[in-house]
T-cell receptor, first 116, second 115 residues
Framework: AQKVTQAQTEISVVEKEDVTLDCVYE???????LFWYKQPPSGELVFLIR??????QNEISGRYSWNFQKSTSSFNFTITASQVVDSAVYFC?????????????FGKGTTLSVSS | DAGVTQSPTHLIKTRGQQVTLRCSPK?????VSWYQQALGQGPQFIFQ???????QRGNFPDRFSGHQFPNYSSELNVNALLLGDSALYLC??????????????FGQGTRLTVV
């Protein structure tokens, strides 16, 4: 069975602090994809980053960076120098595409509050 | 370029009634998925449509059904509504089923309240 766990339900930081959101996943598939989505109060899920199971190279994109470790089944996401506009619910998701489809399995989300 | 659009944005229904939610995918996308997001939870996969057929289904009862039209737009139908069906219903579209670079784009959702 596939599962995504986000142990942090809520995180509060002050502007300019760095914050890391944790994600642990479970899957028996050898080919899979991991995602981070952001959900502002408007409700629309906004795609942030994607990683496939064959590429453990960690990258930085602007203020975002991620740490993918297959050995610990973790896909953590870091925001550097947080801003008030980063306040939202962040979801980690897993997809293991097969002949049937490409369903996303989401974690329960982490609510990030950034105060000025 | 319009993204994923859903209608209506809000809806209030009575227990036992039926409801139809609509979704227009992002231009160039041919696969539509529906998700249910209860308050304080992550989205849960309902089903996915491609080439007007249901290709994959999550753990939802038969009261939940769908349809995809030749122009790739889609409808989600829920019969015999229960209070527990109250949720945000999200539609996502993506290009080409099974693409190695599949990336789902989401609409703003339909907030359904069952009273």
């Amino acid at each position: 069975a596939q599962k995504v766990t986000q142990a942090q339900t809520e995180i509060s930081v002050v502007e300019k602090e760095d914050v890391t959101l944790d994600c642990v996943y479970e899957t028996r598939d050898t080919t899979y994809y991991l995602f981070w989505y952001k959900q502002p109060p408007s409700g629309e899920l906004v795609f942030l980053i994607r990683r496939n199971s064959f590429d453990e190279q960690n990258e930085i994109s602007g203020r975002y960076s991620w740490n993918f470790q297959k050995s610990t089944s973790s896909f953590n996401f870091t925001i550097t120098a947080s801003q008030v506009v980063d306040s939202a619910v962040y979801f980690c998701a897993l997809s293991a595409p097969n002949q049937a489809g490409t369903a996303l399995i989401f974690g329960k989300g982490t609510t990030l509050s950034v105060s000025s | 370029d319009a993204g994923v659009t859903q209608s209506p944005t809000h809806l209030i229904k009575t227990r036992g009634q039926q409801v139809t939610l609509r979704c227009s995918p992002k231009s160039g996308h041919d696969t539509v998925s529906w998700y249910q997001q209860a308050l304080g939870q992550g989205p849960q996969f309902i089903f996915q449509y491609y080439e007007e057929e249901e290709r994959q289904r999550g753990n939802f009862p038969d009261r939940f059904s769908g349809h995809q039209f030749p122009n790739y737009s889609s409808e989600l139908n829920v019969n015999a509504l229960l209070l527990g069906d109250s949720a945000l219903y999200l539609c996502a579209s993506s290009p080409i089923l099974d693409s190695l670079n599949t990336e789902a784009f989401f609409g703003q959702g339909t907030r359904l309240t069952v009273v």
